[in-house]
């Protein structure tokens, strides 16, 4: 642990992985380093081999806030989103670190609430949830969040994970409680994030949530589709055996 951290100054290590976001990128980093103008933090992109230029816009960003903000560790091609977080904290230097999409989708203004509720309460874990008062979703059809509705109550009732959004992917972790969960977490892609947040409250890690309303991408196209639901429901039943 470096001089800074043994002297109570707490560092964030935002790892922000990426694919085709060369329309996002920059306003993401923009929007961070307009909410959090008194945090002492670092940007880390993965970028899984975008063919849309992603890099290069990244690279733009390191010119005008340097190379010390915004690091890029960028991948050969799609590797996956746990792997992703990973190799990202790899080079992370925080003694936390904050997992965010790149689409938009996780706003920054929320992140100054995510810091004070974890000094607040001392929290391993802060999470964002739309299912909590104050929480929600924009841009979505009925369909959508029904599927993501019913699913989360699936995965509530077979798991009894102690958090309201499961499969949320806007959290503060202390970077000591992510390295260990990331350790004991097998499953891939979406469901990783359910995984996550499952051992970690096996574990008996402290976790808190702050509503948050999350925005359907506003540039690009999801990545979610029929395939992904299906890996969800068999992470659950995998879940529902080994925890």
């Given amino acids: 642990m470096d001089e800074q951290h043994q002297k109570g100054k707490d560092k964030y290590s935002i790892i922000v992985p990426t694919y085709n976001e060369r329309l996002n990128i ?7 380093f307009k909410h959090l103008r008194d945090v002492d933090f670092e940007i880390i992109v993965v970028d899984d081999g975008s063919p849309d230029g992603t890099q290069d816009v990244v690279k733009q960003l390191q010119k005008v806030y340097g190379e010390d903000r915004i690091l890029l560790r960028a991948r050969p091609r799609k590797l996956g989103l746990g792997t992703a977080y990973i190799h990202g904290m790899k080079h992370a230097s ?6 965010m999409d790149a689409d938009l989708s996780h706003h920054p203004k929320y992140l100054p609430s995510f810091i004070r509720k974890q000094k607040e309460t001392g929290a391993d874990i802060v999470t964002g949830t739309r299912y909590v008062k104050g929480g ?11 599927t993501s ?31 260990d969960i990331i350790s004991r977490c097998v499953t891939k892609g979406y469901v990783f ?4 947040i499952v051992r970690a409250s096996r574990k ?13 991408r ?7 589709g029929g395939s992904e639901i299906v890996q969800y429901l068999k992470g659950v039943v995998y879940l529902l055996v080994t925890t």
């Fill in 26 to 32: 920059g306003l993401i980093v923009y929007l961070l």
């Fill in 94 to 99: 925080g003694n936390f670190v904050v997992i």
């Fill in 136 to 146: 929600g979703v924009h841009g979505w059809t009925l369909m959508r969040k029904l």
């Fill in 149 to 179: 509705r019913g699913a989360n109550v699936l995965a509530q009732t077979l798991l009894w994970p102690g958090v309201s959004d499961l499969t949320g992917s806007f959290r503060l972790y202390r970077k000591s409680a992510l390295e």
């Fill in 193 to 196: 994030q359910m995984e996550m």
């Fill in 204 to 216: 008996g890690y402290h976790i808190e949530e702050v509503p948050i309303t999350f925005v359907d």
């Fill in 218 to 224: 506003v540039y690009g196209s999801s990545k979610l």
